[in-house]
Each structure stands twice: as C-alpha cells, then as structure tokens.
C-alpha cells in the first residue's frame, strides 16, 4: 500500500534528519472514532502525527496545497481532504463527520495556520463542535520543535478529554468553545511540561 510506504519514508526522514521522539501514543484509542488536535508550527506537522500513530490519521488540509504538482496526490494518498480556509467549508465539515462515523481518526489542528513564533494561537471551534456532534474523544497533542536538521522535534499525546460534561444539554458555539479551550490548555500545558 502506496500510503505504509509514504509513512515509512517520513519516519526514517523523522528518525535519521529531526531524532524525533513520541510520547504518550498509548493515549490513542486503538478502535473507534477520534479526533487529534495538535498545536501547528511547520509544513512537516501533518506526516509527524500521521508517523506518529499507527492508525491512518485524516486531515484537513487548505484546499491549495491540491492544486500543487506532486504534492497534491502525495497529500491525497496520505489521507488529506481539502478545507477551504476563512469561510465555513460545509463540504469539509460532512467529511470530517462521514470519516469519524466511519470509527476512523480525524486529525485538525484549531489554530488553523501555523504559528510563526512556536506559541499557541487562537483556536476556531470547529474540532471541538465536530467531536462533539459525532461523540468522539478528542486527543489533544503537543508538537515540539523547531524543525532544525538533527535537533530533537518532540510530538506528546495527552489522555483523551471526556466529553461527557459538554454533551448535557443542547450542543452549542458556547459548548464548543468551552471544550476548545479545554483542549488548547492542555496542549499548552504538555509543551511547558516538555519544553
């Protein structure tokens, strides 16, 4: 399979060129839907948690990087769908929805650009209002850089988030902004724990 070959290639290129280092993949449900949401900080964050979990992870990723020679079919194998960015992508969310009822694993990261400094953003809402209305546990997950040739780039999972206290009542913006911000200080908290 044309995807395990392109997996494989990222992990020597993480092992041999950025001495990578994963911590907690344990915290990855093995079966059933869930939702990994991760701080952004490089190109390469994608095939890092892609690398970094066994299971096939889904992204979004913005709909120009399709249009790219090469890279597009290489980010279509790797499982990526398009996102068109700055305006709600109704298409992107029914996909999202259709790969989580599929007990898949959708990746997202909230901020929805990458940081130019390493420090966490603003987060939209969107991963946490997706999770909520598909039940799916959300992973929340800490990338540790900076990408630099033969400096350690760390990736930390955290236990999933229980979604149980966000789901009594109805399924709101206020719901899902409470859980994103749930999600983003536990991200915030693994990269001062691991810095």
Known sequence: MLYVTIRQLFRIIFATFYRWKVIGRHHIPKEGPVVICANHINHLDPPLVGCAVSRKVHFMAKEELFRVPVLGPIVRILGAFPVKRGAGDRQALKTSIQILKENKVLGIFPEGTRSKTGALGKAHSGA????????????????????????????????PI???????GKIGAETAQALTERMMDEIKQMMEQHQ
């Not at 209305?133 to 540790?144: E, G, L, M, R």
């Not at 033969?150 to 236990?159: C, D, E």
């Not at 229980?162 to 009594?168: A, G, Q, R």
Request: no cysteine; proline share 10%.
């Open 128 to 159: 946490a209002l997706i999770a909520l209305k598909t039940n799916s546990p959300i992973v929340p997950a800490a990338i540790i850089g900076p990408y630099r040739l033969f400096r350690s780039v760390r990736i930390i999972f955290g236990k």
């Open 162 to 168: 229980d979604l149980t206290p966000y789901k009594e």
